[in-house]
C-alpha cells in the first residue's frame, strides 16, 4: 500500500516489514537516489582517494521549522560544512531517522526534499541510512543522525595553524541561527523578515581554493558562535586574537533580540557563516572571491592575531576599550541544531 499524503508514522513503518519497506523505497530511495544506494547492500560500497576527512553530527533541533530552513536542510548543510571547514569534497553522507509514532507524513515529506534540495549545492550524495521509529512520547517529533566523507583537497587547514599577523574574517553576518530559532521558539510577532543562515558552504569555500587562497584555519561558526570558534583557535595556536566590535556585521533584528533577551550576538549560534584565519596579505583576495558568492557580500575582516595575550581573544570595543571576549558558559539556547 502505497503511502497517502495525511498519513502518520506508525511503529510498524520501522518494523522491517511492509510498511517500512513502502517508506524506505517510496520517500527516502526517490528522493535520495543513487547508484550506491540503490544496490541495497548492508553497507555502501566506496571508491576513496588520498586523505579523508570523516565527522558525524547528531540534530534534534526545537522547533523543526524555522525561518530559512528545517531540520533536514540543516543536517545536510551541518554535516557537508564540517567537511567544508576542512578543505574536503562533500562525497558521500549516511543518514539516520528517528522518528516517533505519529509524526505526519507531509512534514516528512518536506523534511526529506529540502535534504535532497540542499545536497545540490554541493555534489553529495546520502549513500547508506537507517531508520528506527519509537512510541509516541518517547522522542520529539524527528531526530536525524548523519556523517559525511570527503576527499581532503586543502590539506593543512587546521585550528592549530594561526601565526602572527594573521587576519581574521567573518564571511557574513553573525547570529543569524540562534535569533531565527529563538524567534520561532517563542512565537514572537515581530516585524521582522529574520531567517536562519542555514546554508551549505561548500560553493564558496570551493571557490577560495580554486583560487589558492592561503588559508591557515577555518570554522563554522555553530554552538557557541563567533566567541567559542575564536577562543578555540587561541588555545589551540597558543596565540592572541584582537577583535574589533565595530567591524563584526551584525544585523539589526539580531542586535534587537539579544537586547531584548540579554545575549551577545558573538555567542549565538551560525548555520551558514564561517571564519578563516589567513595571511593579511592574502586577505583582499580571499575577500574579493567571498564577494562574488554565497551571500558573503558582507564578508569583513574582523581583527588579527597576536603575540600578546597568548590563548586569549580580546574585543576592541566601539568606547576605546578593551574586554576579554570569553568562550560562552551554560547553554544559553538549548536544542539549536
Known amino acids: 500500500m502505497p503511502i ?3 498519513d502518520r508514522i506508525q511503529l510498524s513503518h520501522g518494523g522491517g516489514g511492509k510498511e517500512m519497506n513502502v517508506l524506505i523505497h517510496d520517500m527516502f530511495f526517490k528522493a535520495f537516489a543513487n547508484p550506491i544506494l540503490a544496490a541495497e547492500e548492508d ?16 540534530f534534534t533541533v526545537d522547533p523543526l521549522f524555522f525561518a530559512g530552513g528545517n ?7 551541518g554535516t557537508v560544512n564540517d567537511l567544508a571547514m576542512m578543505g574536503a569534497i562533500p ?16 512534514d516528512l515529506q518536506t523534511i526529506v526534499t529540502s535534504m535532497a534540495d540542499e545536497m545540490q549545492h554541493c555534489g553529495a550524495h546520502i549513500v ?8 509516541k512520547g518517547c522522542a520529539d517529533g524527528i531526530f536525524i543522525n548523519t556523517s559525511g566523507i570527503g576527499q581532503i583537497v586543502k590539506p593543512d587547514i587546521s585550528v592549530k595553524n594561526l601565526q602572527h599577523d594573521d587576519v581574521i574574517i567573518v564571511s557574513r553576518d553573525i547570529g543569524r541561527h540562534g535569533a531565527a530559532i529563538l524567534m520561532a521558539r517563542d512565537s514572537l510577532t515581530l516585524e521582522s523578515t529574520l531567517t536562519s543562515d542555514c546554508a551549505t558552504l561548500w560553493p564558496i569555500v570551493e571557490q577560495l581554493i580554486a583560487s589558492n587562497v592561503d588559508i591557515h584555519a ?30 563584526i556585521p551584525v544585523s539589526s533584528e539580531v542586535q534587537g533580540l539579544c537586547e531584548l533577551y540579554g545575549f551577545e550576538p558573538f555567542d549565538l549560534a551560525n548555520e551558514g557563516t564561517f571564519i578563516i584565519a589567513l595571511p593579511r596579505s592574502a586577505a583582499d583576495k580571499a575577500l574579493e572571491v567571498m564577494a562574488q558568492y554565497c551571500h558573503c557580500n558582507q564578508a569583513a575582516i ?15 570595543t566601539p568606547w576605546g576599550s578593551s574586554r576579554y571576549l570569553d568562550i560562552p558558559q551554560g547553554e544559553l539556547l538549548p536544542r539549536i541544531c
Request: charged fraction near 20%; glycine fraction near 10%; aromatic fraction near 6%.
Open 128 to 135: 547508506c541510512g537507517d531508520t528506527k521509529v519509537v512510541p
Open 71 to 77: 531540520i533536514g536542510k540543516l543536517a545536510i548543510a
Open 302 to 316: 574582523i581583527g588579527n592575531v597576536t603575540d600578546k595575550n597568548p590563548g586569549k581573544v580580546v574585543l576592541n
Open 218 to 247: 577555518m570554522r563554522d561558526a555553530t554552538r557557541g558562535g563567533l566567541s567559542a570558534v575564536l577562543n578555540e583557535w587561541a588555545q589551540a595556536s597558543n596565540v592572541g586574537i584582537n577583535i574589533n566590535e565595530t567591524a
Open 91 to 106: 562525497e558521500y553522507l549516511s543518514c539516520s531517522f528517528i522518528i516517533e509514532e505519529g509524526f505526519a507524513i507531509t
Open 4 to 6: 497517502r499524503k495525511n
Open 43 to 58: 553497507a555502501a560500497q566506496l571508491q576513496l582517494c588520498g586523505t579523508t576527512a570523516f565527522t558525524t553530527d547528531s
